[in-house]
């Protein structure tokens, strides 16, 4: 083969742009939920329902995030509907730790790895203690304080349905968070102890994080990491997107839904021409 200028030339032609996955292997794209679809815990666009519909036609996709089931009814299937499409439309809440696809009209679960009824009694003796003993279990609360959300327990210090404001105040700097996560992570150290949103620590088994649900998803459908795109808000280190990219797979940061719908826009004009 001929490696001088004029061979070099000829390949870099064939490279994508800067920044621009190549498609022609592209077959799921794998999505990110809060700040990725839409603003955290709201419901999409009906723009943002059309496009991921259009892009629905051209190849697979999926959506994980650590929210529950429950919260991709309101947020995503809800404004989706009833189509053919959603076929290819793969659900993966709770980080991949449940799946879901579309059957008869329905979505239909096709697997729940929960954790057993030990831990979760273990889990929430463990919260308890520790809260308590730090001065943190609130008695004024929206909502109940711990949450089974079958793969993980969630500890929220105001309740569930706490005000952003509330709970902006009650932990402005994170080190009520982060104490009660280091005392119960030393309570259970065979588990993965985890800060979460604002005011709330997450305990799950170990390991169980968006790469566990990526891994699972390509095992499943006996894909390569070569033919997966994943787009999400927080690709930065310790953000929960991160283990995605430290798997190998292709990463599309974005800041917003309205970022997301101009990448979906720009690759549906790419899979059009492949
Ligand atoms: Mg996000």
Redo the contacts with the bound molecule.
Sequence with gaps: MDAGPAADTGIANLQPADGEHPVDQLKMVIF?????LAPSKTAIDPSMAGLLLRLLEKVDVCIISGARFEQYQGQVLEPLGDSDALRGLHLMPTCGTRYYRWQDHSWTQIYAQDLTADQKDEIIDALTRGAKALGLWESDTWGPVIEDRGSQITFSALGQSAPIDAKRQWDPNGTKKEELRADVAAQLPDLEVRGGGSTSVDVTRKGIDKAYGVAHLQQQLNLSLSQLLFV???LDEGG??YPVKALGVECVPVASWLDTAAFIDDLLVRLANR
């Design positions: 990110d939920l809060d700040d990725t999400g808000d927080r929960n997107d």
